[in-house]
Structure formats: structure tokens, C-alpha cells
């Protein structure tokens, strides 16, 4: 192998570029890029000296996570890594019109001895279904509505009567698959070590700071504004990409871009048009504000919304990853949908009224919304997704959240496993 294209810069086609890179150091690397720049949903806004992750904005550092932690410690960033509170193992959570700290006797009150019920007879369930039908399987309708729902649209960007169960939570179905029971699941592998430490990881100026130090340290030739209309395997089994700035040839391609650009990219492949089919896209917008001064908010990592749309959630950044040298306050709201600025500032500001009472304008304020929204995996994804592997040429590999699953984790993770498959 001589050359490589990787399409797409997000987090996924820089790590897969950056092990690629680490692996074959004498190959030669070509990223394409539709956007005028990388970094795909990890952005970091600088406003007023405040680091603002309009993305993600930090990590699990358990299973998965490992990848992205050994990624960032490639680069040589392990001395930026900022580790979460213990606070931040707080969570709230407002439905009827009334905050609550997530505890034993808040998840007790929500017809807890009922799931229990359900859960503890429930039979294993090997297809795939909608996680709502998943919840349905375990538990009350009233935890599912106050916080279950909510929760899951916080961590998987998603409504739980769409999302496909086993992409969304894939050891909880593996678990339900084996035994039925989860409860019964868990009591059977308990105890184990228990694990101590802090359990999330952000940069400290920014998860921009990765992607940055992967686009600068990447030994590539970029070409940016070129979204790729065409794929094609040559007779000699190279791989040819048409984009504005002409054909480029390679010998192999890590494809992380969207999903629903396939079909017309891979037309000789039709199984592509099956995981458009089983895909689509939920907009949501992030608003982050800022204040140059420590503002009494709640100790934890912030405050679900289960009847309160388009407010979904508030997380509260200052708190997850304090910073003593920099008594700052930062929030950020999980809004529903796409907004203009002014739209987003006067919502959030009347949000931060209500349900946090402050009242003093931020120093800094920033409004992000990803143009292709995220990903949604319906029921039926992996099955397309699985007959689409078996149709793909060897050297072809796709990789990120698009086809791996949601999260920076399962991006980085699917990276790392496709060039660890190749052979040397």
C-alpha cells in the first residue's frame, strides 16, 4: 500500500489516519473534506478566554474510551487531560414542573417495584427493537416517561421510539439476550472490582485541542470544500474518488463520512441504499454562555428536561471540570431543532432564569448546530449494515458514529479496530 484517502475529517477520519499514519508511516495520506474545515462535531469556540465545547465535551474514560484516551496520549496531550469531579456524578432531572436530584428514593418513586416485576421475568430477547420497546421490556411507564426517555436522549441524541436497541445500548441487549433479565444479568457477574477514579476526561483548553493537534501533526495533503460524488474500484483494484478538485487514486479508502451520501457515491454496491434507508437525522443545537465569575449552579454534571421541549438539557461545564485557577462559569442547553442567534440567546437566557435563577448576562455566548444533525439508527440498521460489510471491497473500511454507533467513543474506537484489521 502506497497511498491512502480517507474521506471525511471529523474525529473518526483523523484517528483512522493518525493510527493509519502510525502504522504505515511511508504511506501516502490524502483527506478529503466537504466542510472548509476538520473537526466534524468536535468544536471549540474561544470567546473572551473562554473555551467553549459546542460538541462534545468530554469523554467516558472506561471501555471504548480507552481508544480515545491512547489516542490523545499519542499526541502527546496526556498533560492537557482535565478529570472530572467526584459532583459530577450528580445528576438532576425536572418533570411536573419541579427539579430533583437523581437518587435510590427519586427512581423508587417512579413504580420502581413494578420494573423490578417486569424486568425480573422478562424472557431473553435475542431481534433487535426500538429502545422504547426495549424500556417497554424492563420497565414502568412512568419511570420510561420521567427518566428513562430522558436519559437516553442526553447520552444517545436520540427519541427511544426510533433509535434500534442494539446500536444504542449494546451490552444492555447482549445482557437481555443471554439471560432476559438485566437485574438478573448483573447479580450474576456481581461482585467485581469496582472501579474508582474519576470516570469522564476533557482537554483542558478544549476538546477542539484534539482534532487540532491530529489535523497538524497528520503528514497529509488536504483537500477541503471537496465532497466526494463518486467511489469506484478501478480494474486494477486501486480505489478512485471524484470531487471538485478532480480524481484522485489510491489503493485503499477509509470512508468517514455521512452515511447518506453512499448510495449515490458506491452506486455499483445497491446494499448501500439500505443503511440510508435505516437512517436519519434529528437536528439539535448547542447553546454554551459564559461568565467571568463563579455563579452559584447545582454541584453535578447538569439537569435533564422531560416535558419541557425543545429544552432537553442544561450540562453545567464549570462543575464536571473545575478549574480553580479559572473562577469561570460555563453552561451549555441541549435545544431541540435549529435556531437563528437571537432566537437561541433569549431562550437560553430566559431558560437560566427559571430553572437556575441567574439573571446576569454572559460575557460570552455561542450557538452550534451540526448542518447534517446526528445520526439515527433505526431498527434493521445492523442487518443492513452487515450486508453492506459483506458486499464492500477489502479496501474499503467505514468508520465513525454514522456506522458505528453513537458517541466520540464508539468513533474513535471503530477507527482504531479498522486499521488494526489491516494486514501489513
Request: hydrophobic fraction near 40%; aromatic fraction near 10%; include cysteine.
Given at each position: ?105 427519586t ?17 431473553p ?47 444492555l ?15 450474576k ?6 472501579r474508582?477514579?474519576?470516570?469522564l ?5 478544549g476538546?477542539g ?21 463518486k467511489?469506484r ?9 471524484s ?23 458506491l ?9 440510508k434507508q ?84 454572559p ?26 460489510l459483506?458486499k ?31 494486514l501489513?
Open positions: 500500500m502506497k497511498h491512502a484517502l480517507i474521506v471525511g475529517s471529523g474525529i473518526a477520519g483523523l484517528s483512522a489516519a493518525w493510527w493509519l499514519h502510525k502504522r504505515f508511516p511511508h504511506v501516502q495520506l490524502s483527506i478529503l473534506e466537504k466542510e472548509s474545515r476538520s473537526g466534524g462535531l468536535i468544536v471549540t469556540e474561544k470567546q473572551q478566554g473562554f473555551s467553549l465545547n459546542m460538541g462534545p465535551k468530554g469523554f467516558v474514560l472506561a471501555h471504548d474510551g480507552q481508544h480515545t484516551l491512547h489516542l490523545i496520549q499519542s499526541l502527546g496531550l496526556a498533560d492537557e487531560l482535565l478529570y472530572s469531579s467526584p459532583e459530577a456524578k450528580n445528576r438532576f432531572i425536572h418533570y411536573n414542573n419541579k427539579t430533583r436530584k437523581v437518587s435510590p428514593w427512581i423508587f418513586k417512579q413504580n420502581l417495584p413494578l420494573s423490578f416485576a417486569k424486568d425480573f421475568f422478562a424472557r430477547y435475542k431481534q433487535d427493537s426500538s429502545v422504547e420497546a426495549f424500556f417497554k421490556r424492563h420497565s414502568s411507564s412512568k419511570l420510561r416517561r420521567n427518566l428513562l426517555n430522558p436519559i437516553s436522549i442526553a447520552i444517545r441524541a436520540g427519541h427511544s421510539h426510533i433509535l434500534s436497541a442494539q446500536m444504542a445500548y449494546p451490552e441487549t447482549r445482557r437481555e439476550a443471554q439471560t432476559g433479565s438485566l437485574l438478573r444479568s448483573y447479580l457477574d456481581f461482585p467485581k472490582e469496582k474508582t477514579g474519576p470516570y476526561a476533557t482537554l483542558r483548553s476538546m485541542m484534539l482534532t487540532q493537534a491530529l489535523h497538524d501533526k497528520l503528514p497529509a495533503t488536504w483537500y477541503f470544500s471537496a465532497p466526494v460524488s467511489i474500484q478501478l480494474a486494477n483494484g486501486k480505489i478512485s474518488l470531487s471538485p478538485q478532480g480524481e484522485i487514486t489510491g489503493d485503499m479508502l477509509i470512508y468517514a463520512g455521512s452515511v447518506h451520501d453512499l448510495p449515490s457515491c452506486e455499483e454496491i445497491p446494499e448501500t441504499k439500505l443503511i435505516t437512517t436519519s437525522s434529528w437536528d439539535l443545537s448547542c447553546v454554551s454562555l459564559g461568565w467571568h465569575a463563579s455563579l452559584p449552579i447545582p454541584h453535578g454534571y447538569g439537569m435533564l428536561f422531560a416535558d419541557t421541549p425543545p429544552l432537553l438539557g442544561i450540562v453545567f461545564n464549570t462543575e464536571v471540570f473545575p478549574q480553580p485557577e479559572r473562577p469561570n462559569t460555563i453552561v451549555s442547553l441541549l435545544l431541540e431543532g435549529r435556531w437563528h442567534q437571537e432566537e437561541a440567546y433569549a431562550f437560553s437566557l430566559a431558560a437560566i432564569s427559571e430553572y437556575l435563577q441567574i439573571y446576569t448576562p460575557q460570552a455566548f455561542s450557538l452550534f448546530s451540526p448542518r447534517e444533525g446526528l445520526p439515527q439508527h433505526h431498527v434493521g440498521f445492523i442487518q443492513s449494515r452487515q450486508r453492506l459483506s464492500l471491497p477489502h479496501n474499503i473500511k467505514i468508520v465513525g458514529q454514522n456506522f458505528a454507533g453513537p458517541g466520540l467513543n464508539r468513533a474513535t474506537a471503530s477507527a482504531y479496530k479498522a486499521i488494526a484489521s489491516l501489513p
